[in-house]
């Protein structure tokens, strides 16, 4: 029952008890019937009574229908704000801006309008419009931003967008056709398209209509691997492709009515549009087209205005990277800011920087970005061999030159597939530290020219990526103990109490902790020196860690001592585990110089959480003093050292 039925039966109500209430009151007034008078009133009270009760709740349930409605709007709004700003993610990996995602949609809607499709279909092109890519988030951002053409490897990785993308869409369950846009915005009028080559009118009209206003808008704006056309030369190319790849009819309703459509597009949007006359269009510009042969060319054969355009977007490039680089000193972040900017300067397939580790004197990896990155991340280089070593021996860049020099112990099926090499050294004042390495499918893909932009890249980021990784080093160093290299004491405290919050937080899951010191150990620094002990202390700690589960952390704590943490370990299984490093570190034979070997005795001590403590604090203290106490019962009987008991807090209690 409505809101406004409910009042009107009321009313019925109210004159059904009323009128006759009336009249039986004016025959008994004129009868001087007490009774009947009486019987009137309360007749009339109680039908008033019962009309506002009634008016109440008929208020009361406006305000609850109304407020129904504002918290539906609100959550539909909600939606669809959340619908956009998962678009404009989506078009910010393409490298597209939330200008094309409001162009498109109002186009989508107007064409949608005038093609008369149903109300449901009009709200299924206007999510349509905002999310037909969400499948390209599975699609690998060097292909989506390529420059020039797919392969017909890039193009197979391409179509996956569309099938994944119906297939999140699917989920969603919207009440409209939104998946059939998403899946189906690719296919073609011939039935070449994909991912079903559906023909005609087997294709769903409104991702009919999707295709024909993201064409017409990403052809008109500039994008990484192709410039911005005119309208004219937008909509000629519209049309050369209508019976072919797209609805004729529906070309034809947006041409005549395009003027209009741009009209609606606020002014911000519609100067990222391209507004000149492009000289020689292009007849596949989208990535999501056939894939087609490379066309060598070089920079002289380009347009006055596409030289201008790229010199803007390298100037607007490197003015980002000036801006940006340094905000965060952390390596990863800063080194995978350059590739990404870099990318809108100068092209490649595979971006390399690389470091070098002062320990080791070769340079890895810090970040790979395009094809085969796992490949590349694990290559080792050694300064002085191949074209990356090199340049960093000599604090010189290099460009076209044989990349097979570089890409020794690639796979060769990897390595066949580059033909071009730039690479530009990282600098600081005592030389090279590092490289940034690109690599190319494309014969003579860099000119002298691409050498100067990369040096200018490396010249902005040099001192960023240097400041990063000294604090990455020093953050190391801070927590790392040099003779070594195992986590310090400060590290273990960090780890130690990491460890707890998860126990405590995973209802009391056990963990335990081994206190290890050497026996006698100062009589070898009295009788060896302080180098032979320390050249010790690095193979006890390496002899320790074998003994070890792979889950459980080890570090030096002071001196020679020693504590390992073991998550998920009760007192018997550490027990069992400090046992096994007893008898292992016992029974190695220690080599401290030619011909000459000793032995070592470690004390150990057990405490577990949370029997034996529920802070770092206390454990630590009970591992400690069950340590000391295993310690003095060996000295006390020596035989004790040949046995493979471990003092654990229980057993003293």
């Excluded at 669809?80 to 109002?106: M, P, S, Y």
């Excluded at 299984?573 to 070997?597: H, N, P, Q, S």
Aim: one cysteine or more.
């Amino acid at each position: 029952m409505t809101l406004l039925e409910g009042n009107w039966k009321s009313r019925v109500l109210l004159v059904a008890v009323i009128v006759p209430a009336a009249a039986l009151l004016y025959s008994a007034l004129q009868e001087s019937a007490t009774r009947l008078i009486l019987t009137s009133i309360l007749l009339i009270a109680f039908a008033s009574l019962l009309h506002f009760l009634h008016a109440q709740r008929t208020e009361r349930a406006q305000r609850i229908q109304s407020e129904k409605i504002r918290r539906i709007q609100e959550v539909a709004n909600l939606r669809f704000n959340t619908i956009e700003a998962l678009a404009i993610a989506i078009n910010a990996k393409d490298q597209t801006t939330h200008g094309h995602v409001r162009r498109t949609q109002i186009y989508a809607a107007e064409l949608g309008n005038l093609l008369k499709v149903s109300e449901g279909e009009l709200e299924a092109l206007k999510a349509g419009a905002l999310l037909h890519d969400v499948g390209k988030l599975v699609v690998p951002e060097h292909i989506l931003n390529k420059p020039g053409k797919l392969t017909a490897a890039d193009f197979e990785k391409m179509k996956v967008h569309t099938l994944v993308g119906g297939d999140i869409i699917k989920r969603v369950n919207f009440p409209y056709p939104v998946e059939d846009i998403v899946r189906f915005h690719h296919e073609k009028w011939d039935g070449s398209g994909y991912p079903e080559g559906l023909i005609g009118e087997e294709i769903p009209l409104v991702a009919r209509i999707i295709s024909v206003v993201d064409f017409y808008d990403a052809t008109r704006c500039d994008r990484p691997y192709r410039t911005g056309m005119s309208r004219e030369d937008s909509l000629a190319l519209m049309r050369r492709m209508s019976g072919s790849s797209f609805d004729p009819h529906v070309v034809e309703i947006f041409c005549v009515h395009v003027d209009r459509f741009d009209s609606l597009i606020a002014e911000q949007d519609i100067r990222e549009q391209f507004a000149h006359k492009v000289y020689e269009p292009m007849t596949n510009v989208d990535h999501d087209a056939d894939p087609a042969p490379e066309a060598p060319g070089t920079a002289d054969e380009l347009s006055g205005f596409r030289s201008i355009a790229t010199a803007q977007r390298e100037v607007f490039a490197l003015h980002e990277i000036a801006q940006t680089i340094g905000s965060s000193l952390n390596l990863q972040d800063s080194v995978t800011l350059v590739s990404s900017k870099l990318r809108g300067i100068i092209t490649f397939d595979v971006c390399i920087i690389s470091v070098v580790n002062e320990k080791s004197g070769q340079a890895y990896a810090a970040h790979v970005d395009g094809d085969h990155e796992d490949i590349f991340a694990r290559r080792p280089i050694t300064i002085g061999e191949g074209i990356t070593g090199w340049v960093i021996a000599n604090a010189r860049s290099m460009y076209n030159t044989a990349p097979e020099l570089d890409l020794i112990g690639i796979p060769d099926d990897v390595a066949s597939t580059i033909h071009s090499v730039l690479v530009a050294p990282l600098m600081r004042e005592d030389g090279a530290f590092g490289a940034i390495t690109l690599y190319s499918t494309r014969r003579n893909a860099y000119s002298s020219e691409h050498v100067r932009l990369l040096e200018s890249v490396t010249q902005h980021v040099s001192s960023a990526l240097n400041n990063a990784l000294i604090y990455e080093k020093t953050m190391q160093s801070a927590l790392t103990d040099p003779l070594t290299d195992l986590p310090n004491a400060r590290a273990f405290h960090l780890m130690l109490e990491q460890r707890l919050a998860e126990c405590q937080r995973y209802n009391s899951e056990p963990l335990s902790i081994i206190s290890i010191n050497l026996d006698n150990f100062q009589e070898i620094n009295d009788s060896h020196g302080h180098g032979i002990g320390d050249h010790l202390l690095a193979d006890v700690a390496s002899a320790i860690r074998k003994h070890l589960r792979q889950m459980d952390a080890l570090a030096r704590y002071a001196g020679d001592e020693f504590v390992a943490i073991l998550p998920m370990a009760a007192k018997d299984v550490a027990a069992t585990v400090a046992d096994r490093i007893r008898t292992g570190v016992e029974e190695k034979k220690f080599t401290i110089r030619a011909g000459r070997t000793v032995q070592i005795g470690i004390s150990l001590g057990v405490a577990s959480f949370p029997a034996d403590g529920e802070t770092s604090e206390i454990l630590l203290t009970n591992a400690n003093r069950l340590m000391q106490r295993d310690k003095h019962a060996r000295k006390l009987s020596p035989e004790a050292s040949s046995t493979s008991n471990v003092i654990s807090l229980g057993a003293l209690r």
